[in-house]
């Protein structure tokens, strides 16, 4: 079965990344699914994109969202890129499951248009091509749950199903993310030219990812910045990019599971949704992916593993910007950007940047491996209370004292608290701090909860998520029960790989 045009898809399709050539990409076919269905549709998205609101109603948008069908002047390939994976050189690696569809102008600027799960491609090496229900489920929600919590990542548009199997650890069943970014160029991409010394096809990567997606370094190398060396500037761009989305992760309590160069974006954006988790308790060493038995990228570990992916980068960029030293010092900034992107984020969240008491609270924290989402929240309605002094604030302080065991290692930091907080406006303080400390977060019983429902049809827990993780800072009254502690199987769930 091929996939048979159609021209009633609304969008315009804009090469972009397929002019670069054949080095980079493969023009194919995605394979069709049999009885493709929705799971879900991200209207809410689709006028952001600014394209026509018809475009996910009709029975071609189907066709087109779940590879069965190809929308008229879309060209749809697969791209090669290499990469670290687990802290080891795998060779050629490439979109195995990942088809572009094409690249549309929308009102968020050009948007790569991707079909996960959409069959094989020449990267598959032994994979099948397809994306399972469950892991498709959890991508298609993370990705909108970090967009909502302002954190830089890739976007989903919709997801669609069907019954056909396929074998993981047991066999469960097929689905398509159709996901979004203005690029997915991955690290990885760079250290596949870069290793095979195929230089001039490095440079022309460079130019394009630097001409179409981080338009800035031009004008900042052309300002003197690094003695004028572009490809410096966008080392230093992603450098900077992925410090800030690191630090953003890590604030929230959000674990990417496998932080292998392949999954780390050009772009500074969240990519490649696999066994993620945003931590329930408060465990620095805690290991989201079931496969990762070293604890290669347990939460305490990922701004160091994003440090050395970005050496990987640095050395694959090194031909290009052709000066060790200046290679080696612009990474450097690293060490000095993490941290303080890190102080700003969790400055956000306790109102004020005071580093010595963040490191007591985490420290008290991570003794007792208290609630990490239910902590921040509470203690934001409890600022915000004492400010108000209308009485309730000791009923509100009390709920936070109760996640603690140790209460009166509790109450001697909270004491400290106070007294720094007693310099600032601390109503003001409350209300930044429940703009910056979430309701809702996709913890893992969530995405699983609404998994299983899924598996017997009902997608109504899709919907309920999604509505409540694209804005997470909101109360949404009557849904208390999504953010409450996990229930005592949540412990047991097993994220692994194998997707
Ligand atoms: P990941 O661990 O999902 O980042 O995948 C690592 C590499 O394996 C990438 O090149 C993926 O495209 C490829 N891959 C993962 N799963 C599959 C699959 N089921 N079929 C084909 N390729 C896959
Ligand atoms: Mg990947």
Redesign the pocket.
Known sequence: MRPVPIESQPLVWNPCFANLGEDFLTHLQPTPLPETYWIHKNQHFLRTLGWPTEGLNSADALLAFSGCAIPEGAKPFASVYSGH?FGVWAGQ??????ITLGEVDSALGLQEVQLKGAG?TP???R?????VLRSSIREYLCSEAMHGLGIPTTRALCLTGSPQSVRREEIETAAVVTRTAPSFLRFGHFEHFSSSGQTAQLQKLADHALAEHLPECKVRASAGEHNGNIYAVMLQTVCDRTAHMVAQWQAVGFCHG?M?T??MSILGLTL?Y?PFQFLDGFNPRHICNHTDSQGRYAYHRQPNVAYWNLFCLGQALAPLINDQDLTVSVLETYKSSFPMALDQAMGRKLGIVDRALIDQLLQLMAKEQVDYPLFWRQLSHAVLAQGAQTGSEASAWTLVRDLFLDRPAWDIWQQDYLRALGEHDVSQVGQSMLAHNPKFVLRNHLAEIAIRKAKSGDFSEVDTLMTLLQSPFEEHPGYEAYAQLPPAWASSIEIS?S?
């Open positions: 994976q690696l490439g979109d195995g499951r990942a094989p990267y598959s090496r994979g099948d091509g397809r994306a496998v292998n392949d999954n490649d696999g790989c997707s």
